[in-house]
């Protein structure tokens, strides 16, 4: 009991060491403005908080996200194609490139991929 009670010390000891060592250590020497202040895409952090953002952008960057997961997700299938039946595997992926289509279908004709509206 009194090992255990003595090597439980120990480590107590030794990692408050080891945190005092590492915010002893981890001070920055100096403080500079520019290092100091928050990189916002550009924007200056002292001016307006809620400047005007790009809704297009914003709206161009979703629809490229969602088909850069869709893509991830069918890279998978490809490695299944041995291991499923050939006619359930094609109806699958059948049904998800369809789905894609008719979504990039969708965002054509609501006139989200034209950049320069």
């Known amino acids: 009991m009194l090992l255990l009670l003595l090597m439980s010390i120990i480590i107590i000891i030794i990692s408050n060491f080891m945190m005092m060592l590492s915010i002893t250590l981890s001070k920055k020497s100096y403080m500079d403005r520019e290092k100091c202040s928050p990189f916002e895409c550009g924007f200056d952090p002292k001016s307006m908080s809620r400047i ?6 914003f709206l161009i960057t979703v629809i490229f996200m969602i088909f850069d997961i869709e893509i991830a997700l069918m890279l998978p299938m490809i490695i299944t194609i041995n291991i499923n039946n050939l006619i359930i595997w094609y109806k699958i992926i059948s049904i998800f490139i369809i789905i894609l289509i008719l979504g990039l279908y969708h965002e054509w004709n609501q ?3 034209n950049w320069t509206n």
């Open 111 to 113: 006139n989200m991929l």
């Open 52 to 57: 005007p953002f790009s809704l297009h952008f």
